[in-house]
């Protein structure tokens, strides 16, 4: 069984920052792709960023330059930092991982509020 946890999450006013992390547990052999997604409310899940075991990034286009993802494989975690931040960057945080080169797991979420 492999478990997600995202922590970080709170509420914070336009131009903050706020950094997320994603702590993966259980059955671990080795951890493919690391991903960040977002859902604010009555809008589809969309990409925030991904990031190889190698640390190839990929960006959802305008994000790029305010959002960085980043890893640290030796503990299974990886990380959104979050600058500038927009009430539009308002949603639940989610967190993906490719385990064992097999399955993706989700985390629970996790929830961001940036107040105008």
């Known amino acids: 069984q492999v478990q997600l946890v995202e922590s970080g999450g709170g509420l914070v006013q336009a131009g903050g920052s706020l950094r997320l992390s994603c702590a993966a547990s259980?059955?671990?052999?080795?951890?493919?792709?690391m991903g960040w997604y977002r859902q604010a409310p009555g809008k589809q899940r969309e990409l925030v960023a991904t990031?190889?075991?190698?640390?190839?990034?990929n960006y959802e286009d305008s994000l790029k330059g305010r959002f960085t993802i980043s890893r640290d494989n030796a503990k299974n975690t990886a990380y959104l930092q979050m600058n500038s931040l927009k009430p539009e960057d308002t949603a639940v945080y989610y967190c993906?991982?490719?385990?064992?080169?097999?399955?993706?797991?989700w985390g629970q979420g996790t929830q961001v509020t940036v107040s105008a």
């Open positions: 993906k991982a490719n385990v064992n080169w097999n399955k993706d797991y």
């Open positions: 990031i190889t075991r190698f640390g190839t990034t």
């Open positions: 259980g059955s671990i052999f080795v951890i493919g792709d």
